[in-house]
Each structure stands twice: as C-alpha cells, then as structure tokens.
C-alpha cells in the first residue's frame, strides 16, 4: 500500500492532523489498533473557549457552558470561587465525537485501518499488523499520534516523554436539578500527588478524577479515585459512585513535561500526546492538541507540495516551547507540593487579590499554547521559513 501520509493514532490529534491532510488533496492512511474509536476514551474532553472559537467542533457532541472555577484546599473548606463574562469551558461527549471525525476524515478521503497495530518499520516501509494480517505501508511520511509513549517517536528518532503523571475518572449521568455548571479543583497531595483532583458538573454529566505521579500512590491510583468520590465537593444532590449509574470509566497516562524538542525528522514528525502537546495546567489539554495537529498539516502539505522533506525543519518543538516558560514553570511547582499544608498554603496565596488575578489569567485567558501558524496570505508567512520564528 502506498500513501503520501501514514497517520498512527485515530484520538483527536491523528483524526484532525488526517482530514486536514486529505482536504488538500493528499493520500492518507490513518491507523489505530482500537477496532471501535467509541470505545476506551482516555481523555476528559475538555474544551477551552479558544478552542471553541478557533475549530469546527461538532456543537451536538459538547455538553453546556462552564463559567465557574472553583479551587480547593484539602479540607475543601474556603475554596476559591472565580467567575467568568465568557463560556469558557465545554466538555465532549468524545465517543460519539470520535466517530463524527473520522466520518469527516472518510468522507475528505482519509483511508482508516481499524484493529491495526503500528510495528515499526524496514527501510522505507512501515509494518503493521492488520485485522486482515500483516499491512506494509510505503508512505512520504509518517505522523505520530500514537499517546504518550510512542512508538512512531521510537521509529523516527524523536524525542519521547519522561515525565508521566497517571490519571483516573469516572463519569455519571446527573439528575435534573438547579445547579451553576462548575468546575472544581482540589489540590491534596494525598489524592492527586503532583497533580489536582476534579469534579466537572456540567449539568448533564460529572466527571470525577484524579491524578498523580504513579510511585506517590501508596494504596493506587483506583483508591485514591475511591476515596476522592466518596467525599468530592460539587456533587451536592448526586448519588455517590458506588450507587450511580456509571456512564463512563477512563484512565491512562498524561505527559505533563511539556512540548518536546525534538518532534520532527526527515521522515515524519509528532503530534497530540505524543509530541507532549498537553498544557502544563488543567484545562488546556486539547487546545494545544488541535493547534500543533493544525501546524502539522500546513508543514506536512507544503513539504509534499514542495517535493522537499527539509521543510519539516519548520516544525520546531523547541521554539514552541519556549513561548510557555511561565506554565512549565507553574507546573514544576505543582509538582513539589507534598503536604496537605503546603496545598493549604498554595490555595491561601489563591484568595489574595494578586492570586486571584494570576489564577484567571491562567484559567480563563487566552494563553494555552502559542498559535504556530502566521495567518496565511500576510507577510507573516515567510516567517515559516526560518525554524523558531515567532507565529
């Protein structure tokens, strides 16, 4: 089989980095070893406003608009309540989503191998292990959105994640009741070492999470998840897990280490989780997805046009990430709170007029992840031309 593009990975990032492709004209395969995209969703599926306005969305698959953030300290006692002009978050419902995208994907001519497992590659083929039996894919270029621990990354040379927080949450089916949507955050080293513990009441559904760093979990991560629903903040008037009917449980890795350098070769690059394209903060994890997906396409497409494989210089890890020093930073922190007095502390400095006005910048701005792309048709363009220039 021969394709100008082999896309590994059918999450959000492979479905978009795919259909982008084959709108312009390319050949694309895109694979996944799932045999149903609706089945073993990882990702909580929230949306930021800027997501919203920037990407066609299927608006039937998002759930209601979230104005409020509330912030937690480990006696969920005195949180910090803070409130939004805007609707800044919305959550999908990413099964039926999933299966929406990719009938975009099929209908802009994207090929889908379900039930196929990526083995690497010989030479300048790429091996697979098909449904059917083993698949052997010559294409241009291969794309990596194949998660946290990629092996598309391994194939290519490019860097890989190291460091790996484990996340765990449940979803339920909320009665009818009068509640403002809210999303609550709970920062207890206890529950969610390294990381936050959340509740996601959007009116229709909860979402009920945590995560942490694995080796901080004395008991495991499905304990902790145990424990945080049996008490979460924001479930007033819902059953409590062990006596609600479950829609959803979901689970995997998060790389919270930040963009990688090095996500582009000769011969393919990385996008998603892959390419460590999660915001270093809560909230922002498909935002950066959809927009590095995005400058892939446009690198990809004017490399195939151009017949010059030097041009995926452009696609530069190390220049995106330097634009978001400010969240890694946060994030390190975040990291080294290890006493519930500590996160006590933390939530304090939230109440102060500058916390407050730090925490909305955070949370409600604009500012997940540097846009790559200069708008087309401007000067700007030209930009691409030198790796790390600002776009």
């Known amino acids: ?102 009938a975009r ?7 889908l191998e379900l039930g196929t497992r990526y083995l690497g590659r010989r030479g300048g083929t790429h091996l697979l292990d098909g449904q059917g039996g083993p698949l052997e894919v010559r294409a241009t270029f291969a794309v990596g959105a194949d998660g946290a621990r990629s092996a598309v990354a391994r194939e290519l040379g490019l860097d890989r994640n190291r460091e790996l927080l484990v996340g765990a949450e449940e979803v339920y089916a909320v009665p009818p009741r009068e509640v403002v949507p809210a999303f609550h955050c709970v920062l207890d080293p206890r ?78 690059l990385l996008v998603g989780d892959a390419a460590g394209a999660v915001s270093p903060l809560t909230a922002g994890g498909l935002d950066p997805c959809l927009r590095l997906s995005a400058h892939a396409a446009d690198v990809l497409d004017q490399a195939l046009r151009a017949g010059d494989r030097r041009l995926l210089a452009r696609y530069d890890g190390a220049a995106l990430r330097a634009r978001f020093r400010g969240r890694l930073t946060m994030r390190r922190g975040l990291s080294l709170v290890r006493t519930p007095a500590a996160a006590s502390a933390g939530v304090a400095l939230l109440r102060t007029p500058p916390g407050r006005a730090a925490a909305r910048r955070i949370l409600f701005g604009h500012g997940s992840f540097p846009d790559p792309r200069p708008a087309r048709g401007t000067a700007a363009a030209a930009t691409l031309a030198t790796p790390g220039a600002p776009g």
Do not use: C, K, Q
């Open 105 to 111: 994907a099929a209908v802009a001519g994207v090929r």
């Open 1 to 102: 089989m021969r394709a100008d593009v082999l896309v590994v990975g059918a999450g959000l990032a492979g479905l978009w980095t795919a259909a982008e492709l084959a709108r312009r004209g390319h050949d694309v395969v895109l694979a996944d070893r799932r045999t149903r995209l609706d089945a073993s969703v990882r990702t909580t599926g929230i949306f930021v406003r800027r997501t919203l306005e920037d990407f066609d969305l299927p608006p039937e698959h998002l759930g209601p608009p979230v104005r409020r953030m509330v912030l937690y300290p480990p006696s969920h006692r005195h949180p910090v309540t803070l409130d939004s002009p805007h609707d800044e978050f919305r959550v999908g419902d990413m099964a039926p989503l999933y299966l929406t995208l990719a």
């Open 191 to 268: 529950l969610a070492p390294g990381y936050l513990a959340w509740v996601l009441d959007d009116g229709r559904h909860a979402h009920v999470g945590v995560a942490g760093y694995a080796d901080r979990y004395p008991r495991g991560l499905r304990d902790a998840l145990r424990d945080f629903a049996a008490s979460a903040p924001g479930l007033d008037g819902v059953p409590r897990p062990d006596d609600a009917g479950r829609v959803e449980r979901r689970g995997g890795l998060i790389p919270v280490g930040g963009l990688l350098r090095r996500i582009a070769a000769p011969d393919g």
